[in-house]
């Protein structure tokens, strides 16, 4: 098993930055990638970015250029530094993780207002 515990969000002005951290514990040589999910409200759950072992990212088109991934392998933790952020971005992020299994956040709240 495998446990993903987030932090991070929040409420911040259009063109602002946060920044999301998430620690896995237990099974973690399991897992092979890592990254970020959203949903939006009324929207379909969104692959955000993707972070794998060597650290290789991958991006949906709407966030490259503005969200970075990254890890830190001695503190089993990724991130997600979001900046430029939009109104759209507004979402609930989830934080997962695989391994054949898939391991879920518990989610945090992302709002970008004015």
């Known amino acids: 098993q495998v446990q993903l515990v987030q932090s991070g969000g929040g409420l911040v002005q259009p063109g602002g930055s946060l920044r999301l951290s998430c620690v896995a514990s237990?099974?973690?040589?399991?897992?092979?990638?890592m990254g970020w999910y959203r949903q939006a409200p009324g929207k379909q759950r969104e692959l955000v970015a993707t972070i794998t072992r060597t650290g290789s990212t991958r991006y949906v088109d709407s966030v490259k250029g503005r969200f970075t991934a990254s890890r830190d392998n001695d503190r089993n933790t990724i991130y997600l530094q979001m900046n430029s952020l939009k109104p759209e971005d507004t979402a609930v992020y989830y934080c997962?993780?695989?391994?054949?299994?898939?391991?879920w956040g518990q989610g945090t709240q992302v709002t970008v207002s004015s």
């Open positions: 997962w993780a695989t391994s054949g299994d898939d391991y």
């Open positions: 237990g099974s973690i040589f399991r897992i092979y990638t």
